[in-house]
């Protein structure tokens, strides 16, 4: 009888949720074109007709079908879907547009309060603190880490470069810029077995994350939290929360040992997590939900889009040549070891940047990405009505020909300084607006230092021949979505588009209240708080990790060229990227590492299936943490200690935002970076060019013993545009959601307050509509003479004001770490690779679902 009455009451509130959505958004929508509804199920019964296809692939055949906006019901959910350029700028500029989309909830057990899916009350105030982590000052003192990682990074290749057999490069760059994340972020220096840890765990992770975005019905909590998976994630957090505790406790005591009562810098992230602790801004919680945010975002996007690149240089052996000798005018003939990249040097690596922005725009890293609205949006004849979730996707845009010359051909000279200025709004590799990517500089630096190391030591080749630069739409998932930009930029800028999408959620349980997952509320003042750790100050005292890691990185790919093997970078990366967030001395980040891939597994199961979205049954971690007199020193926990102390964060938003840290910095700089060397090796001429811009700064001194210094960073032009290439291409960040909390007018359309919006990033980076031959690695088109021209339509970082903070910080250190490696290494690939065939997943960071392998080999100075 009990179970007779909990059914009946579980369908009349079913009905009651039913009849007041469809009150609410059917008047406001009916204009909106779309897929066919049916009572209650909504469209779920299309996602059922395409249920072996990868989600990406189902999205993308809605955006070609209807124009935008267009609505889609999952239950009585509404999504708008919005690819037009305007329409993105007035979701993404919009301040009611910060709340993440209901799909983020999926996520959000992960990242929950952390910067990628905290509210947005919750996201500004967060943002605002961890900010200054990612300015210039900093930025120069991670350059160190990116360097010493990316010289690691090279020695770890040069052992299967000898071997001459293929490798897959993403897992040595997942090493490298996890281990990067780990020292600029957390200030310790982690070994490899626990880098390893957090990885393997990560993947698991991801799996979930893919495999409940492709099942819709698993997206509600209340039928995931019913699953075997719910329970795996719940261990794989519990263990993930334990290791971070153990970091906290290392560093903590490691600043004991240097007490000082200097205290009044606090400009790394975690020591502004920490000073916000201790000012009562951030709780435990939030602590470790951003420093998981900051470490696997800032590594895993970053190792993924370098391991683009790489394939692309490997693809694209002119492109790849052409970089090394942009690298080789920078260092002339010395090797990274002895002439590693110093941060002036970077400035001068333009054609590198080309090639990695050319490959951000093919592969964004996050394809898409969702808002909800908390307002209503007038958008042109239409009213987007409050509560609603907008979808914004940046990869259609970036390979629409519409806004791309023959958007699928690999060019990175539409990056060319130029042609950078003729660039419209619609290259969004990091997203747009206020809620951007925050580390869009450390990744750029990140993946320059680690691009330009492998250019100048290694030379990447295909295992099979390309035939030809225009791309061409695949079956399983892996598309090169033709998307229109402009709508998605109305998202990112508004102000009632700043709180996550609603599958944001599912990330809520690592993150909780980080800057990724949280509240616009919350993330206003988290936003605040944290911002100076990406400060120019703290960019400055990172560079030297950045460089540290870079070479390190490059000792553990020397070992690798020397077997003549090849590998898949993404492992190395991700473990040097989190090295760099952490810091010094913890022996526990290879632990990270597999409890990372595990929770991932869940979470993308949990997005996939969309009957596992909702929560059936709460609970919440405990997590006990003990405050200890220590050194404030200018790292991010510092600040969040600070806030704490001062009532700013409570313990829980500490713990959020330092899970949302570490995972955001050293997961996307990673896969960005993996990126960038799957294209150098693809491109020969485009690393051989980066190589030659990096011997000018460098000559022929190995990094070794000319390391990048933070000087250098302003002559790495090209190598910052391949880095942007390799964003605009694979955008680590492919699709984001905000949840509308105003009507939205969107030219004709008015998008309902409520509706969940998604961005896809990656269509409007492979849009032919604003990129000329968008498919082409091109990282020309990010030139600095290129630069002032180009459009609203290249968001690798996302845009408006909840962007990627660290974008300084991540393009700081992939500079440095891609640097060091292109003076070290050649990429290649036995036979080249059309980057349409490159096939794709999309968890929350852009990858690679069938691993390909690069060769590397010790570069031999000419």
């Not at 997590?273 to 470490?295: A, C, P, V, W």
């Not at 969702?370 to 259609?396: C, Q, W, Y």
């Not at 969309?610 to 971690?621: G, P, S, V």
């Not at 036995?830 to 010790?858: F, G, T």
Request: hydrophobic residues 40%.
């Amino acid at each position: 009888m009990l179970f007779i009455i909990i059914v009946l009451s579980l369908i009349c509130v079913a009905i009651s949720c039913f009849v007041q959505n469809y009150r609410l958004f059917t008047f406001q929508t009916k204009p909106l074109p779309g897929p066919i509804r049916l009572p209650f199920i909504g469209s779920i019964f299309l996602f059922l007709y395409h249920y072996s296809e990868d989600y990406l692939s189902v999205w993308t055949k809605f955006t070609e079908t209807y124009s935008s906006p267009f609505r889609i019901w999952i239950g009585s959910k509404l999504f708008i879907v919005v690819h037009e350029l305007d329409q993105i700028k007035t979701i993404l500029q919009n301040r009611h547009c910060l709340d993440k989309s209901y799909v983020y909830n999926c996520i959000k057990p992960v990242f929950d309060t952390g910067l990628v899916t905290a509210p947005a009350s919750t996201w500004i105030e967060s943002r605002k603190v961890i900010a200054p982590v990612f300015g210039m000052i900093p930025m120069k003192e991670y350059f160190n880490i990116f360097v010493r990682e990316s010289l690691i990074l090279i020695e770890d290749l040069e052992k299967n470069a000898k071997s001459e057999n293929e490798i897959e490069c993403l897992d040595y760059l997942c090493r490298c810029t996890l281990k990067i994340s780990c020292d600029t972020m957390m200030g310790v220096k982690v070994e490899r077995n626990l880098i390893d840890e957090w990885w393997k765990e990560s993947a698991s992770q991801r799996q979930i994350w893919q495999h409940r975005f492709q099942n819709v019905f698993l997206i509600p909590d209340v039928i995931f939290n019913l699953t075997s998976w719910r329970r795996k994630q719940q261990e794989c957090f519990n263990s993930f929360h334990s290791i971070i505790k153990k970091i906290i406790q290392q560093r903590t005591n490691e600043s004991n040992t240097m007490f000082t009562n200097d205290d009044t810098s606090h400009t790394r992230f975690y020591d502004i997590l920490m000073h916000s602790f201790r000012n009562g801004k951030f709780t435990q919680k939030e602590i470790m939900d951003n420093i998981f945010t900051m470490l696997g975002a800032s590594s895993d996007t970053t190792a993924t889009t370098v391991h683009f690149v790489i394939i692309m240089m490997a693809n694209f052996s002119e492109i790849q040549e052409k970089a090394y000798k942009e690298l080789l005018e920078i260092y002339g003939t010395e090797t990274p070891k002895f002439a590693p990249v110093k941060y002036e040097d970077l400035q001068h690596m333009h054609y590198l940047e080309c090639i990695i922005k050319e490959t951000l725009r093919l592969f964004p890293t996050i394809p898409m990405i969702g808002r909800k609205l908390t307002e209503d949006l007038k958008m042109g004849e239409f009213v987007l009505p409050k509560g609603a979730d907008v979808l914004i996707s940046f990869i259609r845009m970036h390979r629409n020909e519409k806004y791309w010359p023959n958007p699928l051909m690999f060019n990175p000279d539409r990056f060319l300084q130029e042609k950078t200025n003729s660039i419209p709004h619609y290259y969004m590799p990091f997203s747009d607006g206020p809620r951007n990517c925050i580390g869009l500089k450390y990744a750029m630096i990140s993946m320059k230092v680690i691009l330009a190391t492998l250019i100048r030591t290694f030379a990447q080749h295909r295992s099979y021949q390309r035939r030809g630069c225009v791309a061409h739409n695949q079956q399983d998932g892996n598309l090169p979505i033709r998307r229109k930009p402009g709508l998605g930029s109305i998202i990112l800028q508004n102000r009632h588009c700043l709180n996550k999408s609603l599958v944001y959620k599912c990330l809520e349980p690592i993150f909780g209240m980080g800057l990724v997952t949280a509240p616009a509320s919350i993330w206003t003042e988290n936003r605040k708080m944290i911002a100076p750790a990406f400060g120019m100050i703290p960019m400055k005292e990172y560079f030297d990790i950045f460089v540290r890691e870079s070479l390190i990185f490059t000792e553990d790919l020397e070992k690798i060229a020397q077997s003549g093997n090849e590998i898949e970078c993404l492992d190395y990366l991700y473990k040097c990227t989190l090295k760099i967030s952490c810091g010094k001395r913890i022996r526990f980040i290879l632990l990270l590492n597999y409890i990372c891939h595990y929770i991932c597994a869940l979470l993308i199961l949990r997005c996939i299936l969309i009957f596992l979205w909702l929560n059936l049954y709460c609970f919440y971690l405990k997590i006990h943490f003990k405050i200890y007199n220590f050194k404030i020193i200018v790292r991010f926990c510092d600040i969040l200690m600070h806030s704490l102390s001062n009532g700013k964060f409570t313990q829980k938003d500490m713990m959020d935002n330092i899970v949302t840290m570490l995972g955001a910095s050293s997961d996307t700089t990673a896969t960005t970076m993996n990126f960038v060397i799957i294209m150098l090796a693809n491109f020969k001429e485009i690393q051989e060019k980066a190589y030659k811009e990096l011997l000018e700064i460098y000559g022929t001194e190995t990094p070794k013993f000319a390391p990048v210094k933070y000087e250098d960073l302003q002559h790495m032009h090209y190598l910052e545009c391949i880095i942007k290439e390799t964003l605009r291409l694979f955008p680590t960040i492919p699709m984001i959601g905000r949840e509308l909390t105003e009507d939205l007018k969107m030219g004709e359309y008015v998008l309902p307050k409520g509706a969940d919006v998604f961005i896809m990033f990656i269509q409007m980076h492979r849009n032919e509509k604003y990129w000329p031959n968008p498919m082409m690695f091109n990282p020309d088109r990010f030139l600095p003479e290129k630069r002032n021209c180009m459009p609203y339509y290249y968001m690798p970082f996302s845009d408006g004001p909840r962007n990627c903070m660290g974008s300084k910080y991540a393009m700081m250190s992939m500079k440095v770490i891609l640097a060091t490696l292109i003076r070290t290494f050649v990429f290649k690939l036995n036979q080249s690779i059309e980057i349409d065939k490159i096939k794709l997943n999309s968890d929350i960071v852009l990858s690679i679902a069938e691993p390909i392998k690069i060769r590397i080999e010790k570069r031999v100075s000419k």
